[in-house]
């Protein structure tokens, strides 16, 4: 069987919280913390009766990556796991860069990792958009202003920065810093009516300029931006921070325990200070949200920096986002992770606040621990090299047996042909073998696994001495299953299949996509360290029978476990090779 979530989840501080907080009846007939917001947050807030509420939310522009599946089954993992709701939020604040693809892969990937908003029989789950509380975001912003906490800065970007400060000297302040209230509700009415263009203006909170904290010195949290939403199209010429709107947005859907990674901690402070203010001022209720930092995933050997996976899709190093060497969710799916493989990972890696390097082999050990159980077993011949049982008729065919999976003895047998001539491994030859090798080499011999025991009499080398051919003759009396086959002891099992019924296939064999653990670290450009064996495609033969339509997984005896790829088909079988029976990288 498959290995799926644990019966008994492993304690984590993140676990403790959740809790304590329970216990202290922190949420107890809070259903929903929030002010009368958008029909839909009514609605939602209304009819679930949560306990808790945790949120992934993630912006709208490239597709999700394995550190975005730890967060995801991180965060739906705990609501389900406690009684509450998790929601699926899009951050669509930067229309720039977001885009309607991204939000219809995203959803897809969740669903796919094993949580559906949709289904009625998971009712852990909620849908939500930034972008449905601009109108609120808008309003509250007025009420900074209002209340001296926020002004319009005409200053430059470049200005902005300059006056900023550095982690060890204080920021200046803004010769705009204490316009008056009035000039600056009017100056962000313009803004909205797209009266100023980008960059010419900004609001800022007004907290600190000296802070120790730079995120502190007064940050920006609205900017003119004049480019069409994806959902919202040209209603807006202003559009709020992430760092603005995320708190807004947790408080607005009653998020009890906003989890995020390590990178937002020195967000906290401000995140802390605009729920404060916006409580003061009548706008938000209590409880409110309350932000909890944990590690990011970080695997050698890969990058997911957003930004230098797209430069990998635009410049052609790697064929789309659904490149089975990329760390994008859609990338692994056609590799042949499944859910229950990244799951597996994420709770063997537990969580805490320890920035650490996940050596890839994990990941690869969590699907091979997955698979093992229920794929099916086939044979392939990925380097072939003819095998000839001279002692056979030419005609001669018979059937032979083997298990469709060792685990599941109710799965049955699967059926194939034995017949004079064979493909079999190169690798499972040598003229002049090395010291313990037990395959087949002149005077060797092996047993052709599931058939007969054969000893190697010679073999054919073409003009340039490369072996084509390797003559052997098989043993009477020893196919495997029948009574004395194990009399004659051999050290050597190969795999095999009929020349005559072996299906052709290309078979994509990928490996890490860098060859430095860490290739995006410190100054490095990590395109210099882009691994030229990540893939490698051959002509490989299947055993015959097998469905090699979309999707199908195998593990293919003594190589791995292998999948159709999304573009397979009966008559054009492309196979993918998702990870090996063990760690060969060193």
């Excluded at 890839?360 to 072939?384: F, G, K, M, N, T």
Aim: hydrophobic share 35%.
């Amino acid at each position: 069987m498959s290995i799926h979530h644990s019966e008994t989840p492993v304690s984590n501080f993140l676990r403790t919280i959740i809790e304590n907080d329970l216990s202290a009846d922190r949420f107890e007939g809070k259903r929903w913390a929030g002010v009368p917001g958008p029909a839909a947050v009514q609605e939602k807030g209304a009819k679930d009766p949560a306990r808790i509420r945790t949120r992934f939310p993630p912006e709208p522009n490239g597709y999700l990556h394995i550190g975005h599946a730890k967060s995801i089954i991180i965060n739906f993992g705990l609501a389900r796991d406690y009684g509450g709701l998790c929601h699926l939020r899009f951050d669509d604040t930067n229309p720039e860069k977001e885009d309607q693809e991204y939000v219809d892969t995203i959803q897809d990937s969740v669903k796919w990792l094993g949580f559906d908003w949709e289904n009625k029989d998971k009712n852990y789950c909620n849908l939500y958009f930034a972008s449905d509380y601009f109108e609120y975001m808008y309003e509250f912003a007025i009420a900074l202003i209002k209340n001296g906490d926020a002004y319009i800065d005409q200053q430059s970007p470049e200005e902005m920065r300059q006056t900023r400060g550095t982690l060890t000297e204080p920021g200046i302040d803004s010769p705009w810093r204490n316009r008056p209230i009035e000039e600056s509700l009017t100056l962000f009415q313009e803004m909205r009516e797209g009266k100023h263009p980008n960059g010419s203006m900004a609001l800022r909170a007004k907290i600190n300029m000296q802070s120790p904290n730079i995120n502190m010195r007064d940050p920006v949290i609205y900017r003119i931006r004049h480019a069409s939403h994806h959902r919202t199209g040209d209603k807006w010429s202003i559009y709020p921070m992430y760092t603005y709107a995320h708190p807004i947005e947790d408080a607005l859907e009653g998020i009890t325990h906003s989890f995020c990674t390590l990178e937002f901690e020195d967000q906290r402070p401000f995140y802390d200070w605009l729920l404060a203010k916006l409580s003061e001022l009548g706008l938000l209720r209590h409880p409110l949200p309350h932000q909890y930092e944990f590690s990011r995933l970080n695997i050698k050997h890969i990058v997911t920096s957003k930004r230098k996976l797209l430069q990998l899709v635009n410049e052609g190093f790697v064929n789309g986002w659904d490149d089975p060497r990329m760390p994008t969710i859609v990338g692994l799916r056609r590799r042949g992770y499944t859910p229950a493989s990244l799951r597996l990972f994420v709770e063997r890696l537990g969580v805490s606040k320890s920035d650490s390097h996940i050596d890839y082999s994990v990941l690869e050990q969590a699907l091979r621990d997955d698979l093992d159980p229920i794929a099916p077993r086939a044979v392939a011949v990925l380097d072939p090299i003819k095998l000839v049982i001279t002692n056979l008729p030419e005609d001669y065919e018979e059937a032979c047996f083997a298990p469709i999976n060792p685990h599941q003895p109710e799965a049955g047998r699967r059926e194939f042909p034995l017949t004079r001539e064979l493909w079999i491994e190169r690798d499972d030859f040598r003229e002049d073998p090395p010291k313990k090798y037990f395959r087949l080499f002149p005077g060797n011999t092996v047993r052709l696994k599931y058939a007969y025991v054969v000893r190697c009499t010679g073999f054919v080398k073409n003009e340039q001495g490369k072996v084509t051919e390797v003559h052997v003759e098989y043993i009477p009396d020893t196919k495997s299953g029948t009574p004395g086959s194990d009399s004659v002891k051999v050290k050597g099992n190969i795999t095999w299949v009929s020349t005559k019924y072996a299906v052709p296939a290309t078979v994509n064999l990928y490996d890490r996509l860098f060859t430095d653990p860490a290739p995006d670290s410190g100054d490095k450009n990590f395109l210099d360290y882009l691994n030229p064996n990540s893939l490698t495609q051959v002509q490989a033969w299947l055993e015959p029978g097998i469905d090699t339509t979309a999707g199908h997984q195998w593990q293919f005896e003594r190589l791995g476990y292998f999948i159709a790829d999304p573009d397979s088909t009966k008559e054009k079988p492309i196979i993918n090779r998702s990870v090996t029976l063990r760690d060969s990288w060193v």
